[in-house]
């Protein structure tokens, strides 16, 4: 059968983020810097149809190409190792230590940020002509992007923080629901239709994805944006990580592993009967 059930996939889970704790240094970078320059490049793609068709819903529905390219390839993105890396530890999976989970997430941002990066210099050469022009509408565009998200946050203080955060937490909560929901599936076609849901409804309601940002801050700066990489980092880059951190490993990652990997034993069904007829009326 394509349809994998919870509890089989929820040990999917586990193995998955056991390999990513075991992945030598070269591949983990690999991998990463591979995972941000795709998903770098889907969203220039989805910022291009949302200028050009004034639909942002167009953008975000056609956005999650990215994402399914990346994961169908095996790259990885900090968003998916922050839910899956630590249920090997919590599993108590041989030779699976905290340290080993960190170590991990420090080379996916990493590899990452370089794969961003390099797809926000390539764009901005493409949105500029070789940074012989202002920039195009797309590129303006990512540049305000970049302000309003940073300065706009800064300007509400504690409140903008602690706004900036949820959106995170609420964003990885949706992103690794994708990651999950991809293992739901043996056929191509129906990881493809898992992922793109929940990859959509982030992308929409525009929750904070740390390595999205990893391309439209740099973006920014480089193509004119009023703000500073000080900005990018305080504002929105390193609230974003954590809040991705808490909505992937406790949303999703967490949940699953409590309900499916772990689950608890069923009621005995007689008792469960004498229970519930204790709690009737009486005639």
């Not at 500073?228 to 490993?249: C, K, M, Q, R």
């Given at each position: ?95 699976c230590t905290w340290g080993g989970v960190l170590r ?180």
């Amino acid at each position: 059968m394509s349809y994998i059930q919870p509890k089989e996939f929820a040990a999917k889970m586990v193995d998955a983020g056991e390999s990513k704790i075991f992945m030598s240094t070269k591949d983990t970078l690999i991998r990463a810097f591979m995972a941000g320059a795709i998903l770098a490049l889907a969203a220039a793609f989805a910022i291009s149809i949302t200028v050009n068709t004034g639909q942002p819903l167009v953008g975000a529905l056609l956005f999650p190409v990215g994402f399914c390219m990346l994961y169908l390839m095996g790259f990885d993105l900090l968003t998916g190792v922050f839910t899956l890396a630590p249920l090997a530890v919590i599993a108590k999976r041989p030779g699976c230590t905290w340290g080993g989970v960190l170590r991990n997430w420090g080379l996916v941002f990493t590899g990452n940020f370089a794969g961003a990066m390099t797809t926000a210099i390539m764009m901005a050469i493409i949105f500029t002509m070789g940074f012989s022009q202002e920039p195009n509408a797309i590129g303006a565009k990512i540049g305000k992007i970049g302000e309003a998200r940073t300065l706009g946050y800064a300007a509400a203080g504690s409140a903008g923080l602690l706004t900036v955060f949820v959106r995170a937490v609420m964003c990885n909560w949706m992103v690794s629901t994708g990651v999950v929901a991809a293992m739901m599936s043996n056929s191509v076609s129906g990881k493809i239709m898992a992922m793109w849901m929940p990859i959509l409804v982030f992308f929409y309601l525009g929750f904070e994805h740390s390595i999205v940002n990893m391309f439209l801050f740099p973006s920014g700066i480089i193509l004119g944006g009023q703000f500073t990489w000080a900005d990018y980092f305080i504002y929105n880059e390193i609230p974003v990580v954590l809040g991705n951190l808490v909505g992937g490993l406790t949303f999703v990652g967490g949940m699953l592993y409590m309900t499916h990997f772990k689950e608890s034993p069923k009621r005995n069904a007689s008792v469960a009967r004498n229970d519930d007829s204790a709690h009737m009326p009486a005639e």
